[in-house]
């Protein structure tokens, strides 16, 4: 049942055509998508992208019923437009749905998020960019998925599917307009390669290919700021680290088994990978006079399941991992240790990850969006609601802090007291923005606030979405 507005909505696995007859054998490796999806339908890709996810697994995570956060959601209420007076005194009355931007032109497949554009990348080709909900611009690409978005100052880098990385800038001349400036590997930097035998890598069965060429679908996009470092990963079981000033590629690590999902660069000096092959693992980066050298540290994480996502917040060393089973793994870490637990609130993958403050977001294939807060007092995770009302599954999030830009809004928020803006693209060719408070009340206090108090989250994962797992990983 859907409801219009954003609010509740209690979705039957019976009659749900997205979770219908969905066998092992038709589950993408990176998530569930629906039976129209390009990748599925049209891909010649030989290697197997098959998940573990069955029928049986859509019982983890809140049951639609009593005690369920969909249910007991407080987003039920409908939200003031953009141009609503910030209400200090009534939270509630100032989370949720925002609005939603409709453009019936492809899935969409990734997002990323500058001051108050937002950029959108889907499956027809285009990238769009918004302002205010409204189309603010856009430009074409050659290629037709668009799998990642990632801005690093006035550049805009697109990962796509047939393996490319394309570099844009917004014209001096005419504001609003980009144009294309490259492409990543470089035209002379494969001519180059291609001369030196040195430079191939087997990529296939007496097949070789150039090591700074991707061979299949770019998965994700990750930056590395103060080193100027653009970290890519591709379905081919590799990542590749870029040097932004020049467009060199320094290095290319078949790092995976199987086609690697997410990287992201981290803490400590540490970019972490998750792959189909149900592993994360943990990358040391060296510096080597202009170039880099990244060995493996340590496996976080080895399961049947595909790693679906990943997302790091470097500011409290915490690595958070999304599956094709609906769990959320994550690992905090101290004195050169992982100490972690499992976040339980989806029926079904998780396609993506977002971290606000001390918030996580997680999307699904579910369609439903779980926002945890994570008490940095003692390190527990509460699911502070769920967000609802893409009618397909949730594959991208992008966040963006709302500013104190209201009228009679202090200049500064303190910290536990910030507000976000979040983005959220759907298969369902859509995007949905929300405002979500770190202050929100979680489902249960909610409920019942005398017992808040007793509602940490438990030691037990089997209590629910917001039930976690404590567990020390080894060194």
């Not at 629906?34 to 990748?39: N, R």
């Not at 637990?341 to 606000?356: D, M, Q, T």
């Not at 995007?431 to 017992?451: H, N």
Request: proline share 3%; aromatic share 6%; glycine share 8%.
């Amino acid at each position: 049942m859907r409801n219009e507005t954003g609010g509740t909505m209690v979705v039957d696995l019976q009659t749900d055509p997205y979770n219908n007859n969905h066998s092992r054998h038709n589950l993408s490796r990176d998530g569930i998508f629906p039976p129209d999806d390009p990748i599925i339908v049209n891909s010649n890709v030989t290697h197997q992208r098959f998940s573990s996810v069955s029928a049986s697994t859509m019982s983890s995570g809140p049951a639609s019923g009593e005690g369920s956060p969909c249910v007991m959601s407080p987003w039920a209420r409908v939200s003031p437009p953009w141009s609503a007076d910030f209400n200090e005194d009534n939270v509630l009355e100032t989370n949720g749905l925002i609005g939603s931007i409709v453009r019936k032109e492809g899935h969409i497949y990734s997002l990323a998020a500058s001051g108050d554009l937002l950029y959108t990348g889907s499956d027809s080709k285009n990238i769009r960019v918004w302002k205010n909900l409204k189309e603010h611009a856009g430009f074409k690409s050659s290629s037709g998925l668009i799998k990642a978005i990632v801005i690093f100052g006035d550049r805009i880098f697109t990962g796509h599917q047939d393996g490319k990385i394309r570099i844009w800038k917004v014209s001096k001349r005419k504001p609003g307009k980009h144009k294309r400036v490259g492409t990543l590997p470089t035209f002379k930097s494969m001519v180059k390669s291609s001369v030196n035998p040195k430079h191939f890598m087997e990529v296939r069965r007496n097949r070789n290919s150039v090591k700074t060429k991707h061979n299949d679908a770019v998965s994700s996009l990750s930056l590395d700021v103060e080193l100027g470092l653009l970290y890519s990963s591709s379905w081919d079981t590799t990542i590749k680290v870029w040097r932004i000033s020049d467009s060199k590629c320094l290095e290319s690590i078949h790092a995976h088994d199987d086609a690697i999902n997410s990287v992201m660069s981290g803490f400590d000096d540490l970019v972490f990978t998750g792959s189909a092959d149900g592993t994360v693992k943990v990358w040391k980066r060296e510096l080597q006079g202009k170039g880099t050298k990244h060995t493996l540290a340590q496996v976080l994480l080895k399961q049947e399941n595909a790693v679906t996502a990943l997302a790091v917040k470097s500011k409290s060393s915490i690595v958070y991992c999304g599956s094709s089973d609906g769990l959320v793994n994550y690992w905090e870490r101290s004195k050169r240790s992982f100490t972690g637990g499992i976040l339980k609130g989806h029926k079904s993958a998780v396609l993506c990850l977002a971290i606000a403050g001390n918030l996580l977001l997680s999307g699904s294939a579910d369609k439903n969006i779980c926002v945890w807060r994570r008490d940095p007092s003692d390190k527990s995770h509460q699911c502070l609601s769920v967000l609802t009302g893409h009618m397909g599954p949730v594959k991208c999030l992008a966040v963006e802090e709302e500013r104190a830009c209201h009228k009679g809004a202090k200049a500064s928020v303190a910290e536990g007291d910030r507000k976000w803006i979040v983005y959220s693209g759907s298969l369902d060719k859509s995007v949905k923005v929300w405002r979500v408070s770190e202050r929100m009340a979680t489902w249960r206090e909610m409920d019942e606030p005398a017992a808040s108090s007793e509602r940490k989250s438990s030691s037990s994962p089997h209590e629910g979405s917001g039930a976690w797992s404590s567990r020390n990983v080894e060194k």
